[in-house]
């Protein structure tokens, strides 16, 4: 099993930046990738990036690559999702997730087996 905690959500104004942070414990070694979705009011969840766990090789929604980065810091089993040039519509829940099943497909929610309980970001115009 292994636990997830967000933090790094806030309040922030429209081109500001915010980093989010997600702390992962329990049976981290069996982590394959770790992705960050998020879920606007009166949305589905959608895929913004992930990373294999332990290559680094990254993966983006289309549209955010340049606004959004996310990096690992296996010493610490945290995965970061930095996000500059925020806009309004990146209003949501950020939530990240833990795919422990190898799964090739790392842009889908259904390949993740363990999930945060997610962190607000508002951005205000």
């Known amino acids: 099993q292994v636990r997830l905690v967000e933090s790094g959500g806030g309040l922030v104004q429209a081109e500001g930046s915010l980093r989010l942070s997600c702390e992962a414990s329990g049976d981290t070694d069996n982590i394959y990738h770790m992705g960050w979705f998020r879920q606007a009011p009166g949305k589905e969840r959608d895929f913004v990036a992930a990373?294999?766990?332990?290559?680094?090789?990254?993966y983006y929604k289309d549209g955010v690559k340049g606004r959004f980065t996310i990096s690992r810091d296996n010493a610490k089993n945290t995965v970061s999702l930095q996000i500059d040039s925020l806009k309004p519509e990146d209003t949501a829940i950020y939530f990240c997730a833990a795919d422990l099943s190898r799964s090739p497909l790392p842009g889908l929610d259904r390949s993740y087996d363990a999930w945060g309980q997610g962190t607000q970001v508002t951005v205000s115009s």
């Open positions: 990373i294999h766990y332990s290559g680094g090789y990254t």
